[in-house]
């Protein structure tokens, strides 16, 4: 059984061989075993936005270097940002003011005679 054995693979399936070879695309057992193409499978059907949506990031995030850096960072901004400045630096002002189940009123009035 010879690796261009045409009466078992169809052209395009060679092509693709070749083409994945020079590329550096698959590996050496692939490459001898001409099998792996006769079982290709295909999708089930057309995939949903939502799918198409999560591979993209998924594949976005997995191929970033300087990236996964950089989201790093903006990630622990937002949290030095809310949950410690806040905590320390906002205090929560209806709480300290208004009467518990009053919110609403001491909103409205404070908006009106302001």
Same mark, same amino acid.
Not at 8 to 16: D, G, Q, V, Y
Not at 92 to 109: C, D, I, M, P, T
């Given at each position: 059984? +010879?690796?261009?054995?045409?009466?078992? $693979?169809?052209? %395009?399936?060679?092509?693709?061989?070749?083409?994945? %070879?020079?590329?550096? @695309? %698959?590996? /050496?057992?692939?490459?001898?075993?001409?099998?792996?193409?006769?079982?290709?499978?295909?999708?089930?059907?057309?995939?949903?936005?939502?799918?198409?949506?999560? $591979?993209? =990031? =998924?594949? +976005?995030?997995?191929?970033?270097? /300087?990236? @996964?850096?950089?989201?790093?960072?903006?990630?622990?901004?937002?949290?030095?940002?809310?949950?410690?400045?806040?905590?320390?630096?906002?205090?929560?002002?209806?709480?300290?003011?208004?009467?518990? +189940?009053?919110?609403?009123?001491?909103?409205?009035?404070?908006?009106?005679?302001?």
């Amino acid at each position: 059984m +010879g690796l261009l054995n045409i009466e078992n $693979h169809s052209i %395009i399936a060679i092509i693709e061989k070749n083409i994945a %070879i020079i590329f550096g @695309r %698959i590996n /050496l057992i692939n490459y001898l075993c001409p099998i792996h193409y006769q079982f290709k499978t295909k999708p089930m059907g057309k995939p949903s936005f939502w799918n198409k949506a999560f $591979h993209l =990031y =998924y594949d +976005g995030f997995r191929s970033m270097t /300087l990236g @996964r850096t950089l989201w790093a960072i903006i990630l622990i901004k937002l949290f030095i940002m809310f949950a410690i400045l806040k905590v320390f630096f906002f205090p929560n002002f209806l709480k300290q003011h208004a009467e518990e +189940g009053h919110e609403a009123e001491f909103v409205a009035n404070e908006m009106l005679n302001r």
